[in-house]
């Protein structure tokens, strides 16, 4: 039984793969009316800007305007403006200027991290759930 959960173990171990993470970055361009995020890999940028779906960047780099109740976050609205993608990073501008003084958070989600059986049981990860980490910026 023993020697069972032992290679159990090893195959688990042995079966994740060493990913290097993207550091992403957000800072404000275009005097503050933009809001650049850079660290994506290029190759990875390009081939997902050729997707015909035109809110295919609104999906995967969501932004909302942080609520006084910050346990609300998860029912803000999308901030709405359009994606660009120049070189290796993204421009994103709203549809109404950033507020002065407004604190704003972006949404990016981690698809290709936390999906091996390793993560599922030492991090207690649940099926169905998809990383994701806030960036917060204040315009």
Known sequence: MKKTIFVFVIMLLGCGSKQQNNVIKISLANGGCSLQVTGIAEDVLQEINRDTIATVWQTLIPVYRMPADT?????????????????????FTPDTPFTKQTVYFVRYYQYGEGNTGWDFIKKRKKLGKTPYIDLIFKR
């Open 71 to 91: 346990d609300m976050k998860d029912l803000q609205p999308l901030q709405p403006g359009k994606y660009v993608v120049n070189g290796s990073r993204i421009l």
